[in-house]
C-alpha cells in the first residue's frame, strides 16, 4: 500500500515569514494530493489539492508543488498569520494515506 | 457542496458493550467509502474500504470480525465496534468520494467513542 512520510513533525515560524512542509510518498500510482488543515476533534480541513497531471498550484497565500519523479509534494504558505497555526496533514493515493502530521506554530 | 453525515458525534459506553457508527451521504451516491481511526496527537489511519453491496476491504493489522462494516445501499455506510474495551477509544471519521466524478472527497463529521 501506500506510505507518506511528512517532515517536519513541528514548525515554528514568525509572522510574516513563510512556511514549508514536505512530504514523501511510495506509491508511484498515486494521483491526488490533498493538504488538510485539522482542529482537536474535527473532519479534517481540506485546504488545497494538486492532481498528477499538475506540477503545482496556488490558492492565494498556500501553494502546493509536485514532483512525481521524485515522488514529493510540498506545502508552501507565505505570509504567515496567527490563524495559521494548526495541525496539517498531507495525503496521498485513492484510499488516502495521511502523513504523520505538522503542527505549525506562527509567533506574533 | 456534497455533505457526508456521520452519527453519533460522541458515543460513550461501557466495556463490552457494541456500538454502531453511521455515515451517510445526503445528496450524492457513494459507492465506496472509508473508515478512518485517529488517536490524540496522531494522524488519521485507514481501517477499511467499504464497498456498496460487497464485502469491506481491511487494512492489515485491523480486526474484521471486530469493525464490522457494511455498507448496504450507496449512501449509507456503517461501522460497529464490537464488545468494546478502552484501547477502542478513539476518533473515527468515514469519508466518500462523490461517485459521479470522483473529483472531490468528502468527510463525515467524525465520532469520538469513549469506552469505560
Known amino acids: 500500500g501506500e506510505n507518506v512520510e511528512q517532515h517536519p513533525s513541528t514548525l515554528s515560524v514568525q509572522e510574516g515569514d513563510s512556511a514549508v512542509i514536505k512530504c514523501t510518498y511510495s506509491d508511484s500510482a498515486s494521483n491526488y494530493f490533498p493538504w488538510y488543515k485539522q482542529e482537536l476533534g474535527k473532519r479534517p480541513q481540506l485546504i488545497i489539492d494538486i492532481r498528477s497531471n499538475v506540477g503545482e498550484k496556488k490558492d492565494q497565500r498556500i501553494a502546493v508543488t509536485l514532483n512525481k519523479t521524485a515522488k514529493h509534494f510540498s506545502l508552501h504558505i507565505t505570509e504567515t498569520q496567527p490563524e495559521d497555526s494548526a495541525v496539517y496533514f498531507c495525503a496521498a493515493g485513492y484510499k488516502l494515506s495521511f502523513g504523520a502530521g505538522t503542527t505549525v506554530t506562527v509567533r506574533a | 457542496g456534497a455533505v457526508v453525515s456521520q452519527h453519533p458525534s460522541r458515543v460513550i459506553c461501557k466495556s463490552g458493550t457494541s456500538v454502531k457508527i453511521e455515515c451517510r451521504s445526503l445528496?450524492?451516491?457513494?459507492?465506496?467509502m472509508f473508515w478512518y481511526r485517529q488517536f490524540p496527537k496522531q494522524s488519521l489511519m485507514l481501517m477499511a474500504t467499504?464497498?456498496?453491496?460487497?464485502?469491506?476491504?481491511?487494512e492489515q493489522g485491523v480486526e474484521k470480525d471486530k469493525f464490522l462494516i457494511n455498507h448496504a445501499s450507496l449512501t449509507l455506510s456503517t461501522l460497529t465496534v464490537t464488545s468494546a474495551h478502552p484501547e477502542d477509544s478513539s476518533f473515527y471519521i468515514c469519508?466518500?468520494?462523490?461517485?459521479?466524478?470522483?473529483?472531490?472527497?468528502?468527510f463525515g463529521s467524525g465520532t469520538q467513542l469513549s469506552v469505560l
Open positions: 469519508s466518500a468520494w462523490d461517485s459521479t466524478t470522483n473529483e472531490k472527497l468528502f
Open positions: 445528496d450524492f451516491q457513494a459507492t465506496t
Open positions: 467499504s464497498n456498496e453491496g460487497s464485502k469491506a476491504t481491511y
